[in-house]
């Protein structure tokens, strides 16, 4: 069975201090409820990911950070290496998110590569894929991500694969309000699973975890994740405060 996991995507929200605040609040929250069910990841922004490691050690959060430059040194003035979000005790990488592929022009040969930066360093990517509004308008949503994944993460190998979270985020629920239907988060999910086990084989399919992303909340967790193939979510928004975070994981129990 695929593991159960609630990441938050801070974006470029939140300084130092105030990302410290957060994650003591959400010890604090966690401390009170059930978590051994659920992988509780933070994602804040790199300058705070040193502090949020040492705030979240002996607790139940595990720090994510929301990029990764595929090359390991070397001219890339502004860029960080997997090594270096390793040595400072990140667990997780965003990978592929639509802010990224949209804003800065990530491209699926950039993405591939830094799958394998992550897994090479031992980290775990949470590959994020997901369709824009027209083309979910147009029914080719199933193409679009399959697509995505085909040329994004179909070079690895069986025993790689199995180390990547993938995060299905459609592109019209991120940030919107609009949320994707439980019903329309399960067929996405089911396909990615289906295709998944095409690939790699139903064993590895039913281990992958597949997360649902876009305007997810407390209000709206509980029905998005008791769906068959939804193993938990990426979570921006309402990432930034404890509460409604931990709202969110705890939708599952
Ligand atoms: C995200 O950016 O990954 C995301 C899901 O954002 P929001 O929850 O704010 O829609």
Known sequence: MARKIVAGNWKM??????????????????????????????????????????????????????????????????????????????????????????????NATDIAKKVDAVITQGLTPIYCCGEVKEERESGNQNEVVGGQISSELFHLSPEDFGKVVIAYEPVWAIGTGLTASPDQAQDMHAFIRDFVSE???????????????????????????????????????????????????????
């Open 199 to 253: 690939k790699y084989g139903q064993e590895i399919a039913e281990e992958t975890s597949i997360l649902y992303g876009g305007s997810c909340k407390p209000s709206n967790a509980a029905e998005i994740f008791s769906k068959k193939d939804v193993d938990g979510g990426l979570i921006g928004g309402a990432s930034l405060k404890a509460e409604d975070f931990v709202g969110i994981i705890t939708a599952f129990n």
């Open 13 to 106: 929200n939140k300084t130092v201090n105030e990302g410290v605040q957060l994650v003591e609040e959400l010890k604090n929250e966690l401390a009170k409820v059930d978590t051994s069910d659920v992988t509780v990841v933070v994602s804040p922004p790199y300058v705070n990911l040193s502090e949020a490691v040492k705030t979240a050690q002996g607790s139940p959060v595990n720090v994510s950070a929301q990029n990764v430059h595929q090359e390991e040194s070397g001219a890339y003035t502004g860029e960080i290496s997997a090594q270096m979000l390793k040595s400072v005790g990140v667990g997780y990488v965003i990978i592929g998110h639509s802010e990224r592929r949209e804003y800065f022009g990530e």
